[in-house]
């Protein structure tokens, strides 16, 4: 997602057009992984919070939250890397990190760069690809970070 330009990408970020929040996902994860990128909102001092339903609690292990039984109400961490741009990860599966992002905050090339930044991270700290769906399209990503590309 390195240089980016808003002008050829905002289509992709149109809450018009989009109708909906974009999938964002790691897929190949691991139990490992999750912990890596719990790990990287501590090193980063990325603003998070963390809930269980409409309880905040501290953030737990990765492998903790994700041996929780199946019909437990799913977790999700809600990460800020900059004020205004908000992701928040579902602990759906451990073999696939998923979060959405709202298209609102990412708008503008600044937003945008913010955005990328947060992919790369990501994806530098797993050696795995971050992908950007459309919801529901899950397997057709419209922008992501390669690992190899960088």
């Known amino acids: 997602m ?32 999750w912990q890596s990128v719990l790990d990287l909102v501590v090193e980063r001092g990325w603003k998070c919070q963390y809930s269980e339903g409409e309880t905040e609690l501290p953030v737990p292990r990765a492998e903790a939250v994700l041996a929780r039984p199946a019909d437990a109400e799913c977790p999700g961490l ?54 950007m769906d459309p919801e529901g399209a899950s397997g057709h990503p419209v922008l992501g970070f390669d690992v190899e590309a960088d």
């Open 78 to 131: 809600r990460v800020w890397p900059v004020a205004g741009v908000l992701s928040i990860f579902r602990f759906h599966a451990d073999d696939e990190i998923d979060f959405d992002v709202n298209l609102r905050e990412l708008q503008g090339q600044e937003r945008l760069d913010v955005f990328g930044g947060f992919f790369r991270e990501i994806g530098r700290r797993l050696g795995k690809p971050v992908l």
């Open 2 to 33: 390195a240089d980016l330009l808003w002008d050829d990408v905002s289509c992709f970020f149109d809450p018009g057009l989009m109708r909906s929040q974009p999938d964002v996902r790691v897929p190949g994860a691991s139990v490992d992984d």
